[in-house]
């Protein structure tokens, strides 16, 4: 539940430089304009005006949101023997939110407009020197009353109470829930972990700044089970861990912070947690908790269920509640952060170039490949190179428009290399190699192409 | 909407040589009890009992699925120039499922008993020569009246008429209204697809046969856009595409089937229809379906959102409104089809074992190692050939019990290749890969086995 309290918008320290050429109060509307323009996310139903903050990812945002996905589930699930991957469904029973405290404390509080009929968010209202409706000016309020922010939805053909389910608000309870078929299917011992990663809903009443905060959104969550005592340790290991992998998704350290979570702050099943954040044009913001649930879940979800979900530790011979240190991050959100974080405008006049510094590693098209002009025999090599390529990574083929359009276009699609094919290309087999970050180039030879991507990719 | 109607259930004529020593009205229950044994897949919230029909997917199923749609994509989109892929909301605008057709027409009809208050689907009732209520055997039933299949909730706080939203009951129209940023994005010329895989949700009212027929499901979608008068051959292009698909997952062939479309069975979009069927424990039933939709779906919300969805052919100097050819898979019937397929029981006595002849290609874990006995530096070497294979492959690591015992664990999990490191393997580099199917053994050299094993699993 961590983060559906709003954490407060700072003004950013950020300068234009962060950017390149383009100030940071228009860095975001530039990347909702690239973003539309070159197919990485487009705004839902748009040709029906649109759906509250809901958003498509086109083909280059699809291929990016795969990497990123897959990139996670090799480093927190493929590369390591101590967690396991599991993919729970969306609609679980109502009794999993009633015993994880969401069906009465996943609220947020909100007063009426008596007279226009809007509803706010309580603290934009309570804050005021002298109470009014932002809308309509009115000052006929109604008190704060809690509304819960979960989906609600029938299962079967009758609308009534007892068909009453739920959009899960996260996915963490689909791992819960699991623990002890995991446990008994795996044949683990604590410590160990169980991941996913899926759609998760919240009915944010201020959903915005695009991807960031949406209602529907897909969460890459990792429980790790713990001896209870050790949990401060292990809670110490996953921030660590878990700020490493935004270094190797290619974020710049510097945008990365950590936040210890105040008593204030701390969610009611928590006994300590970090936030790593990432400073975006509109300010820090949470990408990913790391969080010391204790026991509170299993616990809930015993009394609620009447299983017993204990480990017995068969070395020390004693049974046992595991301690949870969760890590919670949100596909969108790092989504976003790698676009923000690569986004740049640089050179000026007919130098000018957008470009996104993707990592090779998540970046949706690996490579370009062009003729240098039609004719020749360069389209036909350029062809094979392309179809070669093509059976290992997501290669793009272009032959339209002057070497340099076919450039900035690949630079502003995160494109790490391009390949040209020239006259002496078909002569001696070499080709040239266009590094998007550097803008320089390399004469290699074309048969030893595919493995000097390949280092550069991994 | 295609298979929303249900294919009736045939006998089936598989002998029960089809699965080795089981019969085949045995197969469905040995699965789920395998699935759930092994972590394929679990019953959502058993712990409170379940819930309708939902299931989730545990260590070894998460990791079959994931490999399922990797195949997919790759075939589908990365592989391909012509094909684009995207990864459009659940949520979309109301407006799309009333242009679409789905509000007014995604209905079955249902009967309710006015003494027991149970409600059934009307076909249950309607062939009966005396009706009266299956539950409770009174007579007072009602007529047969519509319910819609789509699951509906609210977006933002206020559950009002104006705020209702559903959850898409098929992935296919969040392709269709995003046709023309695609086209533009991507700049891609008529003839090309538009492909996505995503959940879809549909408030069946018997939903059964494990995983096969559920209300939260997952589809691999594509909608190929053609030239009008170009779309039955494309039919057939595709038709020939997936049933070749099938066969590459390792699906026997005599068990596939292609189903025409009667007129009686065409769906009010379709010019035209296949399915790919498979023959299940429970029947002929439907695997995928490939139908040429025509242009009824751009029509359709080119005439509710006013916005021109055409297309221009520069070449021909002609505007028109494409044809669609639509394939359309589901996940978990796929999942469920490769688990059916390859499950068999054989031998007899202490030579008993149940296998699951997975494709190398979608097997969860592609090869296991043993240390024969744990020491004479046996489980050293076998612990660094684990993890040198581990950084590209889920391998997976086992110590415990006999040779034997470990072989049809892997067996079960339908991992294709088990390597044995014993004491000749200590002094001569070589160990034993014994193949899951054939139970065969052949000695190799360690440092090739990496090579070895990749050939195999391509």
Chains 1, 2 share one sequence.
């Not at 002298?130 to 989906?151: E, I």
């Not at 000018?352 to 020749?376: G, N």
């Amino acid at each position: 539940m961590g983060d559906a309290a709003e954490t407060s918008v700072t003004t950013t320290s950020a300068t234009p430089s962060d950017w390149g050429a383009v100030d940071s109060s228009d860095v975001m509307d530039r990347l909702v304009s690239l973003s539309k323009r070159r197919g990485f996310v487009f705004q839902s139903s748009e040709i029906y005006g649109g759906i509250g903050s809901t958003w498509d990812y086109g083909p280059l945002g699809a291929e990016l949101k795969r990497n990123i996905k897959d990139f996670w589930w090799e480093t927190m699930v493929t590369r390591r023997d101590d967690i396991e991957g599991i993919d729970a469904a969306i609609l679980m029973s109502p009794k999993v939110w009633e015993a994880s405290g969401h069906v009465a404390g996943f609220t947020d509080p909100l007063i009426d407009c008596r007279n226009c009929k809007h509803r706010f968010r309580a603290d934009e209202i309570e804050g005021m020197d002298d109470p009014h409706c932002p809308r309509c000016g009115s000052r006929d309020l109604s008190g704060a009353r809690q509304f819960n922010l979960m989906f609600r939805t029938f299962m079967g053909p009758v609308e009534e109470d007892a068909a009453v389910v739920y959009l899960r608000p996260e996915t963490a309870q689909g791992i819960y829930v699991n623990f002890l078929n995991v446990l008994n299917a795996a044949r683990q011992k604590v410590p160990f972990g169980i991941a996913q990663i899926g759609k998760a809903f919240r009915n944010e009443i201020t959903p915005g700044n695009f991807i960031f905060r949406t209602r529907e959104f897909e969460q890459m969550e990792m429980q790790f089970f713990v001896e209870p005592g050790t949990s401060a340790e292990w809670l110490e290991r996953w921030r660590e861990e878990r700020r490493a992998w935004y270094g190797r998704l290619g974020i710049r350290d510097a945008k990365l912070r950590i936040h210890r979570h105040t008593e204030d702050e701390l969610a009611h099943y928590a006994a300590a947690a970090f936030d790593i954040q990432y400073e975006f044009p509109f300010g820090w913001q949470e990408l990913e908790g790391i969080h010391d649930r204790t026991d509170f879940d299993l616990r809930a979800h015993e009394a609620k269920s009447g299983k017993k979900l204990s480990y017995f530790d068969e070395e020390a011979k004693q049974r046992y509640v595991p301690y949870i240190v969760e890590t919670s991050a949100g596909v969108d959100r790092t989504l976003l952060t790698c676009l923000v974080d690569g986004f740049r405008e640089e050179g000026e006049g007919k130098e000018a170039r957008t470009v996104l510094k993707l990592h090779p590693r998540i970046a949706p098209v690996k490579a370009a490949v062009f003729p240098l002009v039609k004719r020749d025999g360069m389209p036909e090599m350029a062809t094979a190179i392309h179809r070669r390529l093509r059976q290992r990574w997501n290669v793009f083929f272009d032959d339209g428009g002057s070497i340099g359009r076919r450039y900035r276009r690949q630079d502003e699609a995160g494109t790490p290399f391009c390949v040209t094919v020239d006259g002496d290309s078909v002569e001696d087999g070499t080709i040239t190699v266009r590094d998007r970050d550097s803008m320089e180039q390399v004469r290699i030879s074309a048969d030893g192409l595919e493995s000097w991507l390949a280092e550069r990719l991994a």
